[in-house]
């Protein structure tokens, strides 16, 4: 978590920034969220899929434990968390491929 001021001349990106933007693909994250029903109203989903793909970004083969372990900052009430694993654990080792 970071406050906005220590932001200031950093480039960010948000849900919207996945896509492509020549295309307009989504990004494989997003699709495997689509794929294996990890998202509902919207509120949450957003960060934890950005959460992923920053996790992903960082080791492209995370164990279940290390999933777990970064998604342990958001919580949805609307779905089961083992949907967002199972999406999660579809791209260890393909993001990237």
Not at 29 to 51: E, L, N, R, W
Not at 69 to 97: D, F, Q, T
Request: hydrophobic share 35%; with cysteine; proline share 5%.
């Amino acid at each position: 978590m970071l406050l906005t001021v220590d932001l200031d001349g950093k480039h960010i990106t948000t849900i919207e920034g996945l896509r492509d933007p020549v295309t307009g693909k989504l990004d494989p994250v997003q699709q495997a969220f689509i794929d294996h029903y990890a998202f509902q109203c919207g509120f949450c989903t957003p960060g934890i899929i950005m959460t992923t793909k920053a996790l992903l970004d960082k080791d492209p083969h995370p164990t279940r434990e290390k999933i777990t372990e970064a998604l342990s900052g958001n919580y949805c009430r609307c779905i089961s968390h083992y949907h967002v694993i199972e999406a999660v654990e579809s791209l260890a080792g393909k993001v990237g491929a």
